[in-house]
């Protein structure tokens, strides 16, 4: 078997230009950016291409647009470098990566992909205007500190653990008065650092509820397929095979907690030595070190790196 996995970033990975230099030279790239023009219904690759970044980070933008730059780069890798899915012990995603994942894994039309993350986008993005909310990123602290400070905050609205990254980067996600409220106090629950997250809402969190009921609706009318390759989700951190599991886990995803963290410990166990992150970013690769010591990372987002991929 294999010991390669492959991951999927989330939402805060965009910036105009990304993965620029593979799109503008591999055609398999470009075409997937013509899909989801199509699909869309806008120009999504040169938003992508050159933004401008405060259009680009809307979440019912960013959130196909991260999708579809990951899969031209993944396209790109297949044309330039002849990446076989089969090559791939297990694939995962973070938050809206998971639709991603779902794709390479084979579960996921790319057309459904793209309208499904958009529908997801627009329906995060109005549960964040009916509610408004935040998110903290804690720094230094594990998942009991974080949920002691979001417990503490809850008096002053909802707060509850969102984002189990890594040890020592935990996210909370809340109410404006309970992320105010925990930003005050988290010194005193021995927490080094606490960092406004720049994001619509409350994600993953009970304040989500109206999106995951819009999902939904969405995801009864698309066709998912058994995953031809493990697919690990955020949700339990287990691998799911049936489809209407599947279906399930990706719209409860928007109010439960990412568990990053134990899906690159799963990952682990299950025998991966290394992992590829396909553009943007590189956030996931910089998790390794904490999360999952005993993996490495290698991340293609420029032409030289998608080249040099083995």
């Known amino acids: 078997m294999s010991d390669r996995a492959i991951v999927f970033p989330g939402q805060g990975a965009q910036h105009p230009g990304m993965a620029a230099e593979i799109v503008g030279a591999v055609p398999a790239a470009a075409a997937v950016f013509e899909t989801a023009n199509e699909v ?3 120009d999504l690759k040169t938003l992508c291409l050159e933004g401008p970044a405060e259009r ?8 196909p647009a991260i999708l579809a730059t990951s899969a031209a780069v993944v396209e790109g890798l297949r044309a330039e470098r002849g ?3 089969s090559a791939f012990a297990a694939a995962a995603g973070l938050s809206l990566g998971e639709y991603t994942a779902l794709w390479f894994a084979g579960a996921l039309s790319l057309e459904d992909a793209l309208r499904l993350v958009r529908r997801r986008g627009e329906a995060m993005q109005a549960a964040s205007e009916a509610n408004p909310s935040g998110m903290l990123s804690l720094l230094g602290a594990d998942r009991e500190k974080a949920e002691a400070v979001a417990a503490d905050a809850a008096s002053d609205g909802v707060c509850v653990a969102a984002n189990i990254l ?3 980067n ?3 996600s809340g109410a404006n008065a309970a992320i105010d409220r925990a930003e005050r106090i988290a010194k005193d629950h021995g927490i080094r650092r606490a960092i406004r997250l720049k994001v619509a809402g409350a994600f993953h969190s009970p304040l989500m509820a109206s999106a995951t ?3 939904q609706e969405a ?3 698309v066709e998912i397929a058994r995953p031809e390759i493990p697919f690990f989700t955020n949700v339990t951190a287990d691998r799911v095979e049936d489809p209407e599991r599947i279906r399930a886990h990706l719209a409860e995803q928007v109010t439960n907690p990412v568990l990053w963290l134990d899906t690159m410990r799963a990952f682990e166990t299950l025998g991966v030595k290394s992992i590829v992150e396909p553009a943007p970013g590189k956030v996931l690769t910089g998790l390794l070190r904490k999360a999952a010591p005993g993996i490495t990372g ?3 987002e420029t032409l030289e790196e998608l080249r040099a991929w083995s």
């Open 56 to 63: 680009l980070e809307a979440t019912d933008v960013c959130q």
């Open 219 to 221: 995801l009864a009318g």
């Open 213 to 215: 009921e819009a999902l």
């Open 298 to 300: 290698t991340n293609v």
């Open 170 to 172: 935990v996210a909370i």
């Open 166 to 168: 890594a040890p020592g």
């Open 40 to 42: 869309l219904g806008f």
């Open 83 to 85: 990446l076989e899915r």
